[in-house]
Structure formats: C-alpha cells, structure tokens
C-alpha cells in the first residue's frame, strides 16, 4: 500500500492519494479501505472521518475541501486488501499526515531529501522531482500561488527572494556558497490563495538536507628529511601546506618531535622534555641551536598537523638527524673510456659548499 498527502495550492482541496499502491498481477481486484483521525476531535472531523468510511471500496483517491479542514493534527490511512481470490487475503496499509495551523492554512511538510556535494561544484536542488509539489490536480500552476526558499542555519546565504510560482522553483546552489563538512537545511516553501471563496490557502514545505563532503588537507614540510648540526638553528616549513579543494582556505597549525629510539619506535619522552612545542601554532617552526636550547646528538622526528574548520586535516613527518660536527662527504668516481687520454692527471679538484 501506498499514500500520499498532497495538498492542491490555489485549489481549494487536498488530495489522499493511494494510485502508488503496488498491487499483484494476480488479484484482478482490490478493496481500498479508508480512515481519517483528527486531533483534537471535534464534529466536523468525525463527520471526515465517516464519510472517508463510508467510501466505494475501489476508491483510490479521496479530496478533501480545505472548508471542511479545521485546526489540528490529521492522521490518515488506508488498507489495500485483495478481493476475489481464494488464497491471497493479506492486506497492507500506509498512512499520511497533515497540519491544519491556527491560522486555516494547510501546512504539509513533504519527508527530506538528502544532497550530498562538494564545495567546488554547482548544486542543483530539484523542486519538480519531488511528487508533493502542490500543483492544482489539472497540472496547472494556480494564480496567486508563491514559493520562497529557505535555510534557517545559514541566514547569510543568498537564496532567491519570494517570487510567483509561474516556473520551475528549483535553483542552483553556486560553488563555494556553503562551507566543507557542513550539514544545512535548506527548505522550499509553497503557498497560494484560494481560488473559490470555500478554499483556504495551503502551505507546503520541501526539505532538502544538503551535506558538503569535508575537504582535505594536504601538509607538506619543505626540504624532507634532512642532517643538521646541533649547533646551528633549524627551521622547518609547512606553510605550502593546502586545502585541496580551496587553496586559499585559512590553515591552523601544531607540531609535535619524538626521538627515533629505532627503526619503527619513536620515544616523544625525552625530546618533548628537551623541546616544548606546545606554542608552535604557525607553519614556520624554528629549532634553535646549541647556544639557547639544545636537543642531543641523535635522530628526531617532526609532524606537522594541518587542520582547517569542516575540513580533514592533513599530517607530514620529516626526519632530522642532529649530528655534534656536521661536514660534508663528496664522492667522485672517474670513468676511463676507451681511447681517451687523462689530462693533468696530478692536478687537485676543490669542492666548496
């Protein structure tokens, strides 16, 4: 069984709508079993309730006048079971609900759709994809009907302002306009005046959860491993750390050092006790030397932490052997060929760095 509650804006009725009940091939007939629950009771609600009762058992869709709906909770449902058939007898049931506000306006909030994007892409909200659209029932667009879209968490986004509902609502969320990681509301609002002096106007509310994937930050420590000297000072650059998918997006930064005891163990007990980098909250961390606060001869590891809001944030480790003298090995090898001579075979090769 299937039902929806679509009310009909500018058309002064709602429509219980049961045509999406999936029945079998095998039963060439079906009963259609209708029931209607108002909160609070009130007579005019019993009096909808009895004559949804009273129904032909082949009726798949009911209407109800909107001068016929008062204030409150409607709870609507319909059993499909199968007739004529001696073995098949199990029915199924689905239901709908509404609200009559305070002020007689049909209000229906259609189930949400969810969205998933990215920050660099366009994304499309399909107001016509969904089948609540509150259309009149002859496929027109009533006079007088209006639509306004909304985002409650995120008033600073910029959404068309309230226009008539003469075309297609949906719009088109532009690249950027919602930030990485972030989960919004965004709602489709639909309202129409009557077009008979029975009619009430309608409201119907399209909800479209939209959820922008996190975006990914790459860090990066300029230079790689390296050797350095315990005497001089270090200095170690992430700052061409970035956002994948917004370079320009702002970056926070934290550092951490442990000591390679081997291998696969790096001990942070000793060169964290040495080295505080508690403060280190820049791209740019500078390690000084001997003279100001030394860290021993041996072989340290770096990690940057990259991070920016609604983003993954990045890391990158490079390794810094402190060495007590630093001086640098130059290797040469010369390679005879064949029927060449060597020139001033006794002369010296000088290497400066």
Known sequence: ACLLA???????????????????????????????????????????KKALAGLPIDQTLVSLPWSQLV???????????????????????????????????????????????????????????????????????????FFQWRCPETPSLRLPAAAPLTGDPSIILPAFSLSPGSTSLLQLQLWGAPTSPYGLPAAATVNFTVVVQPSVVTAFIEGGDRAASVAETLVLDATGSVVQDDPLAPLSFSWTV???????????????????????????????????????????EFTVFAESPGCVAGTASVTVQLLQNLSMAVSLTWHRVSGQTRQNPGAAMKVSS
Do not use: K
């Open 258 to 300: 442990c000591e390679m005891v081997n291998a696969s163990l790096c001990s942070p007990t000793n060169a964290t006790a040495l080295l505080d980098l508690s403060q280190a909250t820049t791209g740019v961390l500078p390690i000084p030397g001997s003279l100001q606060a030394p860290l021993p001869q041996g072989v340290f």
């Open 6 to 48: 679509v009310p009909q804006v500018g058309c002064g009725e709602l429509l219980l709508d049961s045509r999406c009940s999936v029945t079998s091939a095998l039963v060439p007939r079906h009963a259609f079993l209708w029931t209607l629950d108002v909160a609070p009771q009130s007579p005019q609600g019993l009096a909808l």
């Open 71 to 145: 204030t409150g909770e409607y709870y609507a449902e319909v059993t499909v079971c199968p007739r004529g058939h001696p073995y098949i007898r199990q029915c199924s049931s689905a239901h709908a609900g509404f609200t009559v506000a305070e002020n007689n306006t049909v209000v229906m909030t259609v189930p949400s759709s969810m969205v998933t994007t990215t920050i660099t892409q366009d994304t499309v909200l399909p107001a016509q994809a969904l089948t609540p659209v509150s259309v009149c029932s002859n496929g027109s667009r009533p006079l007088g009907s």
